[in-house]
């Protein structure tokens, strides 16, 4: 099989290697095309264009394969936890039982915000955006520690940044959410692992301590695992973008919270409530939300569907939904937006539209469901979606510090805009 390929441009044929990843995936390498043919690419939104080599993550959209370090999805689901994936994507391997307690152990140890970032918070609104909140803090919290800002910390000190960035993001988030909601701030409890932890700085209070359910602590950790990382995403992308040009992990991990932020993105799970509260509210049986979602016209989109890799099952929305039947019986709820859910999917699995689209729902379809049973409130949901794709930043973060030949991403252009303008003196202009 060639691992070249032939370009014919303007009479001349050129030769580009081609690339082939360990899963088959082939890549044409561009890398010295601008210089042999005067001619760079384009390709919106980089739908087919690879950005790096990457050992952490692997999908396969037609096939709804995802595996964390070549460890298939489906498993890690059913057998592993939030901070053990964490560390098997940060690391390349599954923690032994050492590595594993000292792994948490410095999670603990790294649980605390600085107390003087108490006051940071102060400063918001008590309507802000949760999102905007952890993103300003996330970069807050690396001011109180000066060495955290080091852009490329020896492996030892990366240790104790990664440690504190995945650790502190819970209790950021905890933090911003007692505040909007005018509660007092309940500290992390050493006795707690991280999903509990979380749980209990959320929704404690100052005399007794929230009621730590076994299946929601695991609800949670699993919804953390699912989304803890899927290759080079918009945010993940985005924080490999602001590592290229070596700026501290804190850094880059507010520009992926960011990215993360908006409705195409992470920000569908919480579109994908307000979907279904809107149909539910309407007395709509779905229907007619399918049909405005197929007119272009309408600015309506059945939110938690599609995917711009997977062009079948999301395998995270399958596990998601065997969780979220799950859940709910054993908490005894029945909620109406389930029931619309899954009259949407079958609805839109049976349409032409969504199946010659190739349309499925993926991660963000049924995640706010299990979040609603947790009492999550909505706003918080791209939140718990930042918290899980962490460990993810966090290794791409690293890939690209360890990697001695990484550049800094600078893409090109096509300049389409005016050409040989002249300076017109104020007085002559219309
Ligand atoms: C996440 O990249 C990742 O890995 C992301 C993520 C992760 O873990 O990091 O998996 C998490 O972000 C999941 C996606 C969450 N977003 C949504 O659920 C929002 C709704 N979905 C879409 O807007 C859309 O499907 C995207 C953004 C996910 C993908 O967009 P693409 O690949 O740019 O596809 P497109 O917008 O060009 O759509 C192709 C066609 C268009 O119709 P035509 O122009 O061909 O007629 O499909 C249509 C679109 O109009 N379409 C939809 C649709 N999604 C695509 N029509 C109705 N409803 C939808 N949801």
Known sequence: MSDIAKLELEGQVYELPVITGTEGEKAVDITQLRAKTGHITMDDGYGNTGSCQSKITFIDGEKGILQYRGIPIEELAEKSSFVEAAYLLINGHLPSRTELRRFSDMLTQNENLHEDMKYQFEGFPSNAHPMAILSAMINASSCFYPGLMVNRPNPARFEVHAARLLSQVRTIASFSYRKSHGLPIIYPKPSYKYTANFLHMMFSDVYQDYELKPEVVRALDLIFLLHADHEQNCSTATVRMVASSQANLFAC???????????????????????????????????????????????????????????????????????????????????????????????ALQDSYFVERKLYPNVDFYSGIIMRALNIPTEMFTVIFAIGRMPGWIANFKEIMDDPKSRIYRPRQVYMGATQNPFIPMDERK
């Not at 995917?307 to 929305?317: C, G, L, S």
């Open 253 to 347: 991990a507010a520009a992926g919270v960011c990215a993360l932020w908006g409705p195409l993105h992470g920000g569908a799970n919480q579109a994908v409530i307000e979907m279904l509260e809107d149909i539910h509210r309407s007395g709509d049986d779905g229907s007619k939300f399918i049909n405005a979602a197929k007119d272009k016209n309408s600015g309506k989109r059945l939110m938690g569907f599609g995917h711009r890799v997977y062009k079948n099952y999301d395998p995270r929305a399958k596990i998601i939904k065997k969780a979220c039947d799950q859940l709910l019986s054993t908490l005894h709820i029945s909620d109406p937006l389930l029931d619309i859910a899954k009259k949407l999917e079958e609805a």
